[in-house]
Nanobody, 124 residues
Framework: QVRLAESGGGPAQAGGSLRLSCAAS?????????MAWFRQLPGKEREWIAT???????MYAESVKGRFTISKDKNKRTLYLQMTGLKPEDSAMYYC?????????????????WGQGTQVTVSS
């Protein structure tokens, strides 16, 4: 069974930066497949924010474009999310997700594996 473990969340000041990591372990998951970051506020639906597919094509949600950078170290089986220019509205639980396929989706239920999440709290 594939396990995704996020880390790197925590408190931050508005305008600050954080780097999230998602380490894939166990199972036979091919990290060349699509991996993504989502986030969720309490009482709200989980929303996608960045995806990284088999061909290294990247997509960002408009809300984070220009501020967040997704990257992947295949040797370390780790997905990253560098967050800069943080805003209070970026405060959420951030989740790493992986699909059994090359191409990415922005739809939550099309992902096969999820991490437990890491909390990001941005204060003004």
């Amino acid at each position: 069974q594939v396990r995704l473990a996020e880390s790197g969340g925590g408190p931050a000041q508005a305008g600050g930066s954080l780097r999230l990591s998602c380490a894939a372990s166990g199972g036979s998951y091919n990290v060349d497949n699509c991996m993504a970051w989502f986030r969720q506020l309490p009482g709200k639906e989980r929303e996608w924010i960045a995806t990284f597919d088999h061909y290294d094509q990247i997509m960002y949600a408009e809300s984070v474009k220009g501020r967040f950078t997704i990257s992947k170290d295949k040797n370390k089986r780790t997905l990253y999310l560098q967050m800069t220019g943080l805003k209070p509205e970026d405060s959420a639980m951030y989740y790493c997700a992986a699909r059994q396929g090359w191409f990415c989706s922005v739809v939550v239920h099309e992902y096969d594996h999820w991490g437990q999440g890491t909390q990001v709290t941005v204060s003004s």
